[in-house]
């Protein structure tokens, strides 16, 4: 590019235009690549990419992940500079609020000139600015989905419904869980997202919002996995634990969520550990179960189901926990699973196999459901 005044100025006012234009962190990366030559990268806060111009800018992607690291040690983190064979790099951290949300790298065969420098740095800001409005969007976002889902758990369903659709937060459908997901306060956002981007929560109409730093409250419909979904989510942060309630109807969510929240509460704070809020007394009955003898005689009473469940499509422990919780009724537990009632009389001989037991008896059914709250798996 050249160095006259009226083109430096010119090349500002089209970032700056691009930004204003609604056209993203792409558009604003487009427009900087195209002026300053070379190669660019742009990534979130994580390293993970968000965009490679050209294409085959990903063949740096390694090189400049390995260095984000230093970032962190900086008091201030401003622009490093790398010189490999052929490439003069720069890599700029992009924050907003004090916290560092992504990265660009640009890599050519000459460094920057001053000039160039200068349109990078407008470019870094006018991807702050875009990061902060969708922050704001995100948290107004938030507070709709707050206002809907206290609703729900106040009992509210009808006034809840009719304020989904003005704020339009998508409601979930027929049989629902409600649980409360946990951390320490310095984890609260990491918990948050983890529930936000959750890729199998995204893809069906669930209710999450944030109901004080480190309380997560999430409203889900029931389908086969929805347990392990969120067990997962409580793996992916530090000490995340929670509780959860049975398949309920949204007019019973009130008094579900009362348990729940008392489940949370006297259970545990065994990290990973997400309790089945089936009532009060049976939590605090399994807080006193947590020694290495009851997890012991718990992995080998499900050890016949864990091995049916190795290398099968089909989740037979959140079969049978399902079954339990409905009290054996067949017709409910195959709706809160959404299978056919003839699919889960399979499922359950082949349980009834694989574990020897007899789950007509209510001694054994007892037992078994201890069993899955001691040791629910993987």
Known sequence: MTDSADSVARAHRELVRAS????GTRGIAERIAGMIGGWLLLLDGAGAPLASIPEGARAHLALVQSELARFATRARPSAM?????????SIRPVGVGGRIRGFIAIGRANPLDAIERSL??????????????SDELRRAARNDRLAVLQLLLGGHAQVARSTSEVLGVPLPGGPVRAALLGVPRRYALELLEAAEEDQALRRIETVIAELRPGRVGVVLPTAEGDVRTLEAILRRVPHGRGAVTEAVEVSELSAAWSRVRGVFEAASDKPGKLYMARDVSEAGLLKHLTGPEAS???QAALAPLTALDQGSKVDF???LRTFLAHNGQADASASTLGIH??????????????????????????????????YPGD
């Open 296 to 298: 012991a005689w718990a």
């Open 81 to 89: 500079s790398l010189i490999i064979p052929g490439e003069s790099v």
């Open 317 to 319: 422990a959140q079969t």
């Open 341 to 374: 009632r003839h699919t889960l009389r399979y499922r359950m001989t082949r349980i009834a196999d694989a574990l020897g037991r007899d789950l007509d008896d209510p001694t054994v059914r007892a037992e078994l459901w201890f069993a899955l709250q001691l």
């Open 20 to 23: 204003v234009a609604a056209q």
């Open 120 to 133: 990078v740095d407008t470019a870094t800001y006018l991807l702050a600015e875009d990061l902060h409005r």
